[in-house]
C-alpha cells in the first residue's frame, strides 16, 4: 500500500519500519497521519512475517503532538461527533511489539504516542513533553496516565501543569525509556533491537507484551492469574516444544509461530 503521510519499509527480516514523514510540520499528527498509520500498523500485524514494528520520525522530530491547525477551532462537539482521538487508538490493539525510535520534539499526542509503544529508544536530541497546558488543554491520549505510571506523580504533575520537557538523560534516568544513544546511530540501534524481537518465538513474544501490558490494567492478583494462564497456554505450541528440545540438545531453536 502507498502512503502519503508515512513511509513503509522492512529494514530486516521480521522488522517493519514506519516513518512519520511531515517533516515541514514535525510530524504533527493529522487525522489523515494517524488515519495511515493506524492501517500501516494493521499491515504489519497481520503479516506473520513481521516480528516487531519501530515507528520512528526523523532527526528533528518524533512528533510535535497532534495537529493543532487541525482542532483550532473544534468545538466540543465537533470533538465528541469525530472524536478523532478515539481513531488513534489501533495502536492499543497491535499484538506485535512495537519499539518508537525517538529523535528531536517528543510532545504532546506525539509522546503519548511514544508511550504507547513497547519500548522507547531514543538519540541524544530527544526532548518528551506533554505541553498541552500550553494551548488551554490538557493531553487526550494517555499522557496524564501513561507518563505517571512511568515516571511517577511528581514529575508526570510537573510536566503535565507547567509544559517542561525531560531531556533523553533524564527521561532514561526515570525510566520513561529504554536506550540514549547518539542521534547518528539511534534508528539503527532501535532496529538491532527490534531484530532481537523478532528473532524470538513469535507467539510467547506477542504473550509477553500482552502479560506485561497487562500490569497497568488490574489489580496484582488477576495479572498474575492472566499470565498463568498465558504461560500454560504456550505449552500448546510446537514453538515450545522446539524451544526446550532445542535447549536439552544444546541447539539453536527453530521458530515456527505455531
Ligand atoms: N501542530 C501543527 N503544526 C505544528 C505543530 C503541531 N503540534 N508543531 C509544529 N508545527 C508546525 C509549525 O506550525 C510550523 O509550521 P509553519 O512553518 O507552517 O509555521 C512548523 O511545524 C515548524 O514549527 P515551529 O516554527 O514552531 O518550529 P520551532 O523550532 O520554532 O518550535 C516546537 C518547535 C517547540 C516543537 C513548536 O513547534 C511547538 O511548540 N509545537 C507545538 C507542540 C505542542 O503544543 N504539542 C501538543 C499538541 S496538542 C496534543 O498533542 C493533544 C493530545 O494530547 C492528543
Request: charged share 20%; proline share 4%.
Amino acid at each position: 500500500m502507498s502512503y502519503q503521510y508515512i513511509l513503509t519499509e522492512e529494514p530486516q527480516p521480521g522488522v517493519g519500519l514506519i516513518r512519520l514523514n511531515r517533516p515541514k510540520a514535525l510530524n504533527a499528527l493529522s487525522p489523515e497521519l494517524m488515519q495511515e498509520l493506524g492501517q500501516a500498523l494493521e499491515e504489519f500485524d497481520r503479516n506473520e512475517d513481521v516480528r516487531c514494528i519501530v515507528i520512528t520520525g526523523n532527526e528533528r522530530a518524533f512528533a510535535a503532538g497532534a495537529d493543532i491547525k487541525a482542532m483550532a477551532t473544534a468545538s466540543t462537539v465537533d470533538m465528541l461527533v469525530e472524536d478523532i482521538i478515539a481513531r488513534w487508538e489501533t495502536i492499543h490493539h497491535i499484538k506485535t511489539p512495537i519499539i518508537a525510535a525517538v529523535s528531536g520534539y517528543c510532545l504532546g499526542g506525539g509522546c503519548e504516542l511514544a508511550m504507547s509503544c513497547d519500548m522507547i529508544v531514543a538519540s541524544e536530541t530527544a526532548q518528551f513533553g506533554q505541553p498541552e497546558i500550553n494551548l488551554g488543554i490538557i493531553p487526550g491520549f494517555g499522557g496524564t496516565q501513561r507518563l505517571t505510571h512511568a515516571v511517577g506523580k511528581a514529575v508526570a504533575m510537573e510536566m503535565v501543569l507547567t509544559g517542561r520537557y525531560l531531556s533523553a538523560d533524564e527521561a532514561k534516568a526515570l525510566g520513561l525509556i529504554n536506550y540514549v544513544y547518539p542521534v547518528e546511530t539511534y534508528l539503527d540501534q532501535a532496529v538491532k533491537l527490534a531484530a532481537k524481537v523478532a528473532a524470538q518465538a513469535p507467539l510467547a513474544a506477542r504473550f509477553a507484551k500482552e502479560a506485561v501490558n497487562m500490569a497497568f490494567e488490574t489489580s496484582l492478583s488477576q495479572g498474575l492469574h492472566f499470565e498463568r494462564r498465558l504461560f500454560q497456554m504456550l505449552f500448546a505450541t510446537e514453538d515450545q516444544k522446539e524451544g526446550m528440545a532445542a535447549f536439552v540438545e544444546k541447539r539453536k531453536p527453530t521458530w515456527k509461530g505455531r
